[in-house]
């Protein structure tokens, strides 16, 4: 059985716009390209007709994936979890490693589908994630990182006021 997709209004938003974009302009250029390429005649030999294939191929995979997730979405009820006592999907986490005395560190934490370490934004699958989810200001929490046995505090929890 598929697993549901966590969102907030915005990632389903978000997704749901890449997809519009990927089925028109995505398809669009896919098929310009094929037209350019069967365009230099015997297809058996014709590496741009077999690369446009290909980028036609991964687009079609993405397209897929992206329906799939919006057709299991559940969205999380942002005005539901508006709540700063404890760790939430959705919740914007401070957090200070006691380990080795790092920087204070903010993520959000969101469903897998919306995560970005990049942009701080963490899943509550991830190995940080899983362990602040349901603490509160000030509990000291333990995670198994691959790098190995981290220790954090949660110095502050807040929520996206947008």
């Avoid at 005395?101 to 903010?106: C, F, L, S």
């Avoid at 899943?123 to 691959?146: F, I, Q, R, W």
């Amino acid at each position: 059985m598929a697993q549901d997709i966590v969102l907030t209004k915005e990632g389903y938003e978000e997704l749901s716009a890449k997809l519009k974009v990927l089925k028109s302009e995505g398809r669009s250029e896919i098929a310009e390209k094929l037209k350019v390429a069967r365009s230099f005649g015997d297809l058996s030999e014709n590496s741009e007709y077999d690369e446009a294939k290909s980028e036609q191929a991964k687009l079609e995979a993405e397209i897929n994936d992206i329906e799939a997730m919006l057709s299991r979405a559940t969205i999380i009820d942002e005005e539901e979890n508006s709540n700063t006592e404890v760790v939430h999907l959705g919740s914007i986490v401070t957090i200070k490693e006691t380990t080795r005395g790092a920087a204070e560190r903010t993520y959000t934490i969101t469903g897998f589908a919306q995560a970005n370490p990049a942009e701080g934004k963490i899943s509550d699958e991830s190995p940080v994630g899983k362990a602040l989810m349901g603490h509160k200001v000030g509990d000291k929490v333990v995670v198994e990182a691959p790098r190995g046995i981290i220790n954090f505090k949660i110095v502050k929890i807040d929520v996206d006021q947008k």
